[in-house]
């Protein structure tokens, strides 16, 4: 039985080969590549297949091709300047071939697609090209596999001794008969316990009767036999070890000057040092400690005096106290990039406002105009004088009356923004129409259409209520403790959220009485904002600090974050998405991500954002106002710069 050797090569156009590189997913040698020559003693025959799979698995040396070159292993750089490299069997010269050159290389490579299978063979001076299995074996031991495709390197693992569907035992040796036969021994010995036993020779143990006797007022574990088994040693602290500065040569930062040992001279007795560093030239030199006899008698007044305890320190992972925020990527849409700056305004922009639609966008600025802008094109539309600086502007929260609410000075401006159809800029015409004003109270209950809180004097504690379908102000309230800050509604109750310098007080407008007292216990509130929902309030201070209030919690912060440095400016939170921001004068605008869940059971998630940059400080003022769009996850600022930035997703 034999090889065929011609069989045996790898043809160009087999498919198991793909420019040179041998496929993986034919494992197997097809059908038809091996062919067996007939012995003449049946080639069906068992024993010629075991013989013929024996053959191939063989990896004996005696299977290798004998070397053509019969010089042994000696180097070959003894026929370095020979012009044979060895002998053959028959005892004549091997000649040296003539060598290649690269271009000749290159052409046999192009011209033979086999070349890349041969391999120079340096002591027979000849080329030999490998086989289709040994291209296999090589490929696969390339990829750190088995040399042969029937290998398994990892088989199950069986447990002979457990094995559950064994057939057959380890051992056939047939079961001795001891086995199934009581024990004459055993018997005998049990005989003799048991008249050991009957005649009194063993006395067995009684069992003892349990005590009914307890503490009435204490607890078993607190008698004094199981303290006294309960106690262990415990060592005595270590004394601390002297430091540099109670070297014989201490370094010159150690050493007090004279004036620093006069100070000590002043303090208490507690209070001062107990050693004072001193340089010596040598170790010699070095006196006795004074104060040795008495250190070592505290010591050991202490070991005998003071009691020992053992401490259990709990061993707490400090990752595992940090609170598990989500990702950035699972709480976007949010502002993170500058889309769009407005730009017109000659002096810093102190108020921005975005109208309902989300379509125009209100600024007001210190050169002492007011501006309506496009929010998609960044266009300014309109453009009025008031002569002097604007402090805050507001649009109407109704969408079918574009009114402007502006305060200039001391005085409150209503300006029809003539934007949209004819038919909203006329029902904005009705209702700014002069007409005779009686001021009254507003006890109907109705919300206003412009709402609105001005200061009418710096000094002065009282809050105006203005309302237009009436044409008359209100005073809520004629008295204040405290100067207010700021003031903003509830969305969608009757109550109204007054910030002092300290507090923050809710007041039912409806009974006109005090409901709630927010305590923030910052330096000076300077912003406040609503969530839609109503019951969650964030305030901004002016030393940097941002508090959320949750009114069902407590009238306590929940959550402080200490997040600009210097004053905040303004706080706002989005309609629509779960986004709240601050500027402030450090020419920062942070966004942040506000989760309130409709589970009273589970607090709001709070997780930081984003830091807005890209204004520039002027007078040492940085970002005066932020607002977010109705609908989308869009933030504008209002720098000082005079510039307004819109910032998106």
């Not at 010089?71 to 290649?100: A, S, T």
């Not at 094995?163 to 199934?180: I, M």
């Not at 003892?208 to 503490?215: A, G, I, R, T, V």
């Not at 040092?273 to 070592?296: D, T």
């Given at each position: ?221 607190d008698t004094a036999d199981n303290k006294r088994q309960g106690l262990s040693y415990i060592p005595a602290p270590k004394p ?151 402090r805050h502007i507001a649009w109407n929260p109704s969408p079918d009356r574009p009114i402007l609410a502006a305060i200039v ?76 800050v700021a003031a903003t509604f509830h969305p969608s109750q009757k109550m109204f959220f007054v910030a002092t310098k300290k ?147």
């Amino acid at each position: 039985m034999g090889h065929s050797d011609g069989e045996h090569e790898l043809e160009s156009d087999d498919p198991s080969w793909s420019d040179g590189v041998w496929s993986e997913d034919d494992d197997e040698v097809e059908e038809g590549s091996l062919s067996f020559e007939d012995s003449g003693e049946g080639s069906g025959s068992d024993a010629d297949s075991d013989e013929a799979a024996a053959a191939e698995e063989s990896d004996s040396s005696e299977d290798e091709v004998a070397p053509r070159n019969t010089v042994g292993d000696v180097p070959l750089e003894w026929y370095k300047d020979e012009e044979h490299i060895g002998y053959d069997i028959d005892g004549r010269k091997i000649k040296k071939r003539d060598r290649e050159g690269r271009i000749e290389a290159y052409l046999k490579n192009a011209d033979d697609a086999k070349n890349w299978r041969k391999i120079y063979d340096e002591y027979n001076d000849e080329e030999v090209q490998i086989t289709k299995e040994e291209a296999k074996i090589i490929s696969r031991l390339l990829k750190g596999k088995t040399p042969h495709a029937n290998v398994d390197p990892y088989p199950e693992y069986v447990d002979w001794f457990e094995y559950e569907d064994k057939g057959h035992p380890l051992s056939s040796a047939p079961e001795p008969k001891r086995r199934f036969v009581p024990s004459k021994w055993e018997q005998k010995k049990v005989v003799k316990l048991v008249r050991a036993i009957r005649n009194g020779w063993i006395k067995l143990d009684e069992p003892k009767e349990e005590s009914n006797l307890y503490l009435l007022w204490g607890d078993e574990t607190d008698t004094a036999d199981n303290k006294r088994q309960g106690l262990s040693y415990i060592p005595a602290p270590k004394p601390n070890l002297p430091g540099h500065e109670e070297s014989y040569n201490p370094s010159v930062e150690y050493i007090p000057t004279q004036e620093e040992i006069d100070s000590y001279q002043l303090m208490y007795e507690e209070d001062r040092p107990k050693f004072i560093p001193k340089r010596f030239e040598s170790l010699r030199s070095v006196p006795a400690y004074e104060k040795a006899l008495r250190e070592g008698f505290d010591r050991c007044l202490d070991l005998y005096l003071c009691p020992r305890a053992r401490k259990k320190r709990i061993n707490i992972d400090p990752e595992s106290l940090k609170p598990k925020l989500p990702s950035k990527k699972d709480l976007r849409p949010y502002p993170k990039t500058c889309y769009l700056e407005f730009k017109g305004h000659t002096s810093p922009v102190t108020s921005i406002s975005v109208e309902t639609t989300g379509q125009w966008l209100a600024s007001g600025s210190c050169d002492g105009t007011i501006r309506v802008w496009e929010v998609e094109t960044g266009r300014c539309l309109k453009v009025w004088n008031v002569g002097a600086d604007v402090r805050h502007i507001a649009w109407n929260p109704s969408p079918d009356r574009p009114i402007l609410a502006a305060i200039v000075g001391h005085d409150l401006l209503l300006i029809n923004a003539e934007v949209g159809s004819e038919e909203v800029q006329m029902r904005a015409k009705e209702l700014l129409k002069i007409g005779e004003m009686a001021p009254q109270d507003d006890t109907d209950g109705k919300k206003p259409a412009v709402r609105w809180v001005k200061h009418e004097k710096l000094d002065g504690i009282t809050l105006i209520h203005h309302k237009l379908t009436k044409k008359h102000s209100h005073h809520p309230f004629r008295k204040l403790p405290g100067l207010p800050v700021a003031a903003t509604f509830h969305p969608s109750q009757k109550m109204f959220f007054v910030a002092t310098k300290k507090f923050i007080r809710v007041y039912d407008l409806q009974k006109a009485q005090l409901v709630k007292k927010l305590e923030s216990g910052l330096r000076e509130i300077s912003s406040i904002s609503i969530h839609p929902g109503g019951d969650n309030v964030i305030v901004g201070s002016k030393d940097g600090k941002l508090c959320w209030f949750d009114t069902d919690l407590s009238t306590r912060p929940y959550k402080t974050l200490k997040i600009h440095s210097k004053d905040i400016t303004n706080v706002t939170f989005h309609r629509k998405y779960p986004l709240f921001a601050s500027s402030s004068e450090d020419c920062t605008a942070y966004v942040c991500h506000g989760m309130v869940y409709s589970d009273l059971n589970q607090n709001p998630l709070i997780v930081p954002l984003e830091i807005l940059r890209g204004h520039s400080s002027s007078d040492g003022r940085g970002v005066l106002d932020c607002k977010f769009h109705p609908k989308q996850p869009w933030l504008f600022t209002a720098g000082a710069d005079s510039v307004i930035r819109l910032y998106c997703d």
